[in-house]
Every structure is written in structure tokens, then in C-alpha cells.
């Protein structure tokens, strides 16, 4: 990133512009997650990184935002152009430098971490290290919100390791493009939410050919639709979901394959359950009778979802749906469960498989040998001929001649359960619009993550309180969200 700063710097690009451009979008990003202004205290060190947050602060004050300012230095130690920013704060936007934070009476509380920039090095000692220490506390005992800038102080960039004192962020904005460290396993908790703010003017051709998944590179893959469409252009969706004990499984996928655009959807039911199940699912759904799970392979659909709460009782008609279905399907739960037990039949496979393990099932199909989750993904995608989407805070999508992609959105909230069954619900909606497995993938993760941080910072759930359904409440939301490009 150095590197790319003073090429940009060479072709007489302005450090001043740039860290303009830096602070206007870390300041939109935050307003996406606090659409109502409430308190922001900037911390900052004496680097540019500073004045990158105390121009998002003058943006966050221009729209009504009240401004505290939390020094490591003092003022005429910073750089000028962060000088520059601290005094127009201070003279034109009624911001004061405070020496300690006392009650706060105007939420939500946002704290804004411009400590240390991409050129730190070593753990954080003296002022800086305390300030690090009281941007945690705050966040703990006040319920502050936590945006790092560019990175959490403290974590080594590169490596992706925390020092013994770094910022818990509750969202990371970095600039420019993503680095390594922050989609490291032991980054996540420092970390938190990532969101990547583009400046156009800095430009590298280098950097691992990972890929973090953003709205801006979903965007194309949701088009607007035509106004002369029917059903029948988005795809005929089957869905073995469903037990005794189990039917919630089958009622959120088949909502939320609805809501993510499925022209058509039916969910096929054995006789123990097709009365229970006929009853309580939307009525949009279509609830079909079968002996057997593998009278579906006589269906006529665009792509099939076999799994969510189906049981462990029927695994050889489970596989054998798997190795002979002739369209793209996606393999959950209970159906990953049953294909543990013969992993060799998917190299035999009829057609595209996408398989969504969380890291139990996961261990189940691929044992992990002491690896990283992306290096696991990876050994996973050299094996077998399928896209995997592995869940987790940073799901990664993994596939044969295909780089890693990683989702982002999503919040604590949605350890609960069936957000996997919407998960499957909302992929295999857009598999059968056509989409290539991959691009399934990538769609039904961001958005489901999105939704469900729209549920809490622009509904009424907490990360304690958001459940599957809120999720599927919020999509046509998230889909709006994405045509227009946020982070």
C-alpha cells in the first residue's frame, strides 16, 4: 500500500485529495450502520491515519453529529494536514478535545480509531496503548460501537496477528483494498464487520487474487428486471427439506427461496409429514406428496436443495439424489451429514453441486489438519469438482481453478438457528435463475449477512434477539441495497 501511495503521489496525485476521499467514505459507511446521528469520538495518533478520521468526522458533524476528539499527542506533534482537520473540527464544528470520556447522553456511541496506520510496527506502547485500552473499555461498559479506520490499531497487518493490546472493532473501513492480515482466522474478533472504501486513484496489479465480495461486484449479477417477465424466467426451485421435530427447516427455506426471487417453488414431502407441512408453509409454496426422495428425479425444476432437518434416516435416497440429479444443486445439513459417509460421489455428480458446510459439517466431509480456513477451503476445492461455501464470521467460497472469495457482511446475531436454512433457500433460488454456482454462492451470502444487519441497525432486533425469519423480512431490502452499491 506504500508502494501504491507513492506511485499515485509520482503521478502528482495530492496526499490531501486522497485522504478527502478516504474520509467522505469511511463517514458514508458509518452512516450506513447509524442512519440516525448520535456521538462520535475520534481517536486519533499523530499519523495521516488521523487525519483520514477527522475528515470523516467533519462529514459525520455536517450532518449533525456531535464530535469528541481523544489525543495520543499533542496537536502540533500531528502531521499538517491532520493539524489542518483537527482545527476546522474544532473552530467550525462546535468538536471539542476531551481528556477523558464522562457520561454520554446522545446515542449511538461511535468510536472512531485513527491511532495507528499501515506503517505501524511493534505493539502499541505509552499514550497509544492507552487510548487503545480505553476505546475497549468503552465499548464494554458503555456500549460503544467501534470503527477502525484502515485497520484495528495493534493488529499486525501482514501477519493478521493481535498485539496483547488492540482495538476489538466492532467494523473495520479500510482503504483502497483489503489487507491480507484483516481476513486472517485470528484477526476476526479485532476486526469485526469489514468494509473496503475504493480510491480510484490508487492502483496495484499485485496482491493475493482473493477477493472480498462487495455489492459493487454482486451489482451486475442482479439486474434490474424487464418489465414484460414472468415466473417462468426464474426458475423452478425443488427443495427436500423437513422431519418430525424438524419442520422449520423446510418453512424458512422455501420462504426465503420466495423472497430471493424464485419464479416457482415446491417442497417435496414424504407422507409423515406432507399434512403438517402443507398447513404451516407459505401459501405461495407448492407442498408435494413423494414415496420417496428420489421420485424427485423424474421433476421438472432448475435446481434442487436437499437437507435442511430431513434427519439421518434416509441418507442412500439422500445420496442418490446427489450422484443423479441432472440439474445444479446445493447440499446442506442433514445431506452433507449422509454424504460424509461417501465423499467419492462427488466426483460422479450429474451436474453443479454447491455445498454449504458449517465448520462441524465441515470436519465431517474434509477432517482439517491443523490449517487455516482458507487453506482448508482450498485443499477442499483441489479435491473435489464442486463449489463449497464454508460458513463462518468470514464465509469463504472455494472452488477448482477459482480464487478464494470472502463474504463480509453479517453480524454476531446470526449464530442461531436456521439462518443456514435461509442461507439455502436464498442460494438456491438464484441457481435456478441461471446462475453459475459460484455466483450463487457469493449472491446468497452477502445478502443474507446484510439483511441481517439491516434488521438491527434499521429495525428492531439486537444481536440477541434477530432470528432466521428476520433475515428473510429484510432481503428485498438488502437486493435494494445492492443494486445501489453499499458497503
Not at 483537527?86 to 449511538?108: G, N, V
Not at 436443495?305 to 435416497?317: C, F, K, L, M, V
Not at 450429474?350 to 491443523?370: D, I, V, Y
Amino acid at each position: 500500500m506504500q508502494e501504491v501511495e507513492q506511485v499515485a503521489f509520482a503521478r502528482g496525485i495530492k496526499a490531501a485529495d486522497l485522504m478527502e476521499q478516504a474520509g467522505e467514505g469511511i463517514a458514508c459507511v458509518v452512516e450506513q450502520f447509524f442512519p440516525m446521528p448520535g456521538t462520535c469520538v475520534v481517536y486519533c495518533g499523530k499519523g495521516n491515519n488521523a487525519g483520514d478520521t477527522l475528515v470523516a468526522a467533519r462529514y459525520l458533524a455536517e450532518r449533525g453529529w456531535k464530535i469528541l476528539a481523544r489525543l495520543s499527542f499533542a496537536p502540533e506533534e500531528m502531521p499538517l494536514l491532520p493539524q489542518d482537520h483537527l482545527h476546522t473540527l474544532l473552530r467550525q464544528y462546535d468538536a471539542e478535545c476531551i481528556e477523558k470520556i464522562s457520561k454520554i447522553t446522545t446515542y449511538p456511541l461511535v468510536l472512531l480509531d485513527g491511532v495507528l496506520g499501515i506503517g505501524a510496527q511493534g505493539a502499541p506502547r505509552g499514550s497509544l496503548a492507552i487510548l487503545i485500552q480505553e476505546m475497549n473499555e468503552v465499548r464494554s461498559e458503555l456500549g460503544a460501537f467501534t470503527v477502525a479506520v484502515d485497520l484495528p490499531s495493534g493488529l499486525d497487518l501482514t501477519t493478521g496477528f493481535p498485539s496483547e493490546c488492540c482495538v476489538k472493532a466492532d467494523l473495520t473501513v479500510t482503504i483502497a483494498y483489503a489487507k491480507t492480515g484483516l481476513l486472517a482466522d485470528t484477526a476476526t474478533n479485532n476486526v469485526g464487520r469489514l468494509a473496503v472504501v475504493t480510491l480510484t486513484e490508487l492502483k496495484s496489479s499485485e496482491g493475493d487474487e482473493a477477493s472480498l465480495i462487495t455489492a459493487e461486484s454482486l451489482r451486475a449479477l442482479l439486474p434490474s428486471r424487464l418489465f414484460d417477465v414472468h415466473k417462468g424466467m426464474f426458475g423452478h426451485v425443488g427443495i427436500i427439506a423437513g422431519s418430525r421435530g424438524y419442520l422449520g427447516a423446510a418453512r424458512l427455506a422455501s420462504s426465503a427461496a420466495l423472497h430471493a426471487g424464485a419464479g416457482l417453488v415446491t417442497l417435496y414431502a414424504l407422507p409423515e409429514i406432507y399434512d403438517l407441512l402443507a398447513v404451516s408453509v407459505p401459501p405461495e409454496v407448492m407442498v408435494k406428496p413423494i414415496a420417496c426422495y428420489t421420485n424427485v428425479l423424474s421433476e421438472s425444476l432448475h435446481a434442487l436443495a436437499i437437507g435442511p432437518g430431513i434427519g439421518s434416516q434416509y441418507h442412500s435416497e439422500i445420496l442418490t439424489v446427489i450422484e443423479k440429479a441432472t440439474i445444479p444443486c446445493l447440499v446442506d445439513a442433514d445431506a452433507l451429514n449422509a454424504l460424509a459417509s461417501d465423499m467419492e460421489i462427488l466426483l460422479k455428480c450429474q451436474a453443479p453441486r454447491l455445498l454449504t458446510p458449517h465448520p462441524g459439517e465441515m470436519e465431517r466431509l474434509f477432517s482439517r489438519k491443523n490449517q487455516t480456513r482458507a487453506a482448508w477451503a482450498t485443499d477442499f476445492g483441489r479435491q473435489y469438482p464442486v463449489t463449497l461455501l464454508l460458513k463462518g464470521a468470514r464465509t469463504i467460497i472455494a472452488e477448482q481453478k477459482q480464487p478464494l472469495a470472502y463474504n463480509a457482511t453479517g453480524n454476531p446475531g446470526m449464530a442461531s438457528g436456521g439462518m443456514g436454512d435461509v442461507l439455502s433457500g436464498v442460494a438456491v433460488s438464484f441457481l435456478a435463475a441461471g446462475h453459475q454456482p459460484r455466483e450463487a454462492a457469493m449472491l446468497g451470502a452477502w445478502l443474507c449477512g446484510h439483511a441481517a444487519e439491516l434488521a438491527i441497525f434499521y429495525g428492531t432486533a439486537s444481536p440477541e434477539s434477530l432470528i432466521a425469519s428476520d433475515v428473510i423480512a429484510h432481503l428485498g431490502n438488502a437486493m435494494k441495497d445492492l443494486r445501489e452499491g453499499v458497503f
